[in-house]
């Protein structure tokens, strides 16, 4: 299993950014997908669920409604558009996949929301 995310970088308040995940090693379009994200002091926390179909979404309460995950499973890729970034949203976030009961992560790509 292999999972590459890009995207990440520095934002204002306000602004967006698109994160993208690109999975190999595996059955992509069976399985559910996950962005995590992690902020410096504090523990990773999950951000967005995609089911295999894509028809079922899940979203942490801190970005409901700013935050959209999307997948296309031709591309064996997993989106996360971040549109009205705030500062709290910095953290490096993580692309997810739980394989045969083990958690696979990517290396990460870093977010920055500041003035």
């Known amino acids: 299993v292999q999972l590459v995310e890009s995207g990440g970088g520095l934002a204002q308040p306000g602004e967006s950014l698109r994160l993208s995940c690109v999975a190999s090693?595996?059955?992509?379009?069976?399985?559910?997908m996950k962005w995590y994200r992690q902020a410096p002091g504090k523990e990773r926390e999950p951000v967005a669920t995609i089911s295999n179909g894509g028809g079922s979404i899940w979203y942490a309460d801190s970005v409901k409604g700013r935050f959209t995950i999307s997948r296309d499973n031709a591309k064996n890729t997993v989106y996360l558009k971040m549109d009205s970034l705030k500062p709290e949203d910095t953290a490096v976030y993580y692309c997810n996949v739980v394989y045969y009961g083990r958690d696979c992560w990517g290396q990460g790509t870093q977010v920055t929301v500041s003035s």
């Open positions: 090693g595996f059955t992509f379009r069976t399985y559910f």
